[in-house]
């Protein structure tokens, strides 16, 4: 089934805010989430996001946030901003009934691509719960490498966690021409943060 679901990008706009956050909220912490293998409902409860916060994200300078449309609609995102010579990749959600069908494998190349390319970032850092070996190991096997650092878990104001000692591992991947997932430009993404 990989590629074969047609998979069109875009950047989010202040009006994408809520079925953004629907997204993200239904993988992570929502019921729907069951259907995939992101979801993390077992270590904490609460929402993950809201419209408003994804429409100041969406605002912010050196940020932007990339869509996978599939048919009309989004069906998968994640979050870049600018980090001095690095880009941070997070909020990283894919719908759970298209969980296996490739889409997060081309949204990380594409993400790769911009963060190169817009901004000359040379490396793509991110940041998930040390208790997923999943999903560490997901990143991992897409070029992705543990630092050894480990930061606190974030206090949400609408989340909490089910159990102690959350904490993040930074992973870290190299980008540049020889990067294997910087691709062509897909056809109408733009390429600068000024085309926003």
């Known amino acids: 089934m990989t590629d074969r ?4 990008f875009r950047l989010a706009l202040p009006t ?3 079925a953004i956050a629907s997204l993200v909220n239904a993988a992570y912490r929502g019921d729907e989430g069951r259907a995939g293998w992101t979801h993390e409902m077992h270590l904490i409860e609460g929402e993950r996001t809201d419209a408003d916060e994804v429409r100041r994200l969406v605002a912010m300078p050196d940020t932007v946030m990339l ?6 609609g989004i069906a998968a995102s994640v979050l870049l901003q600018r980090q001095s010579d690095a880009a941070y990749f997070g909020m990283f959600v894919v719908q759970p009934q298209l969980q296996a069908a490739g889409l997060g494998r081309r949204m990380i190349a594409a993400a790769e691509d911009y963060a190169w390319r817009t901004w000359d970032a ?3 850092k991110l940041t998930a719960i040390h208790l997923r070996p999943e999903l ?6 897409r070029g992705f ?3 050894g650092e ?3 878990f974030p206090a949400e104001a609408a989340a909490r966690a089910k159990v102690d000692g959350i904490e993040l591992a ?3 991947k190299p980008l540049g021409p020889a990067s294997p997932c910087v691709q062509s430009w897909p056809v109408g993404l733009p390429n600068t943060s000024s085309s926003r």
């Open 170 to 172: 930074v992973l870290e």
């Open 122 to 124: 040379r490396r793509l």
């Open 136 to 141: 560490i190991a997901y990143y991992e096997r």
């Open 150 to 152: 480990l930061v606190p």
């Open 16 to 18: 994408d805010a809520a």
């Open 145 to 147: 490498r543990r630092t």
């Open 5 to 8: 679901v047609p998979l069109d």
């Open 67 to 72: 869509l996978g449309v599939v048919e009309g």
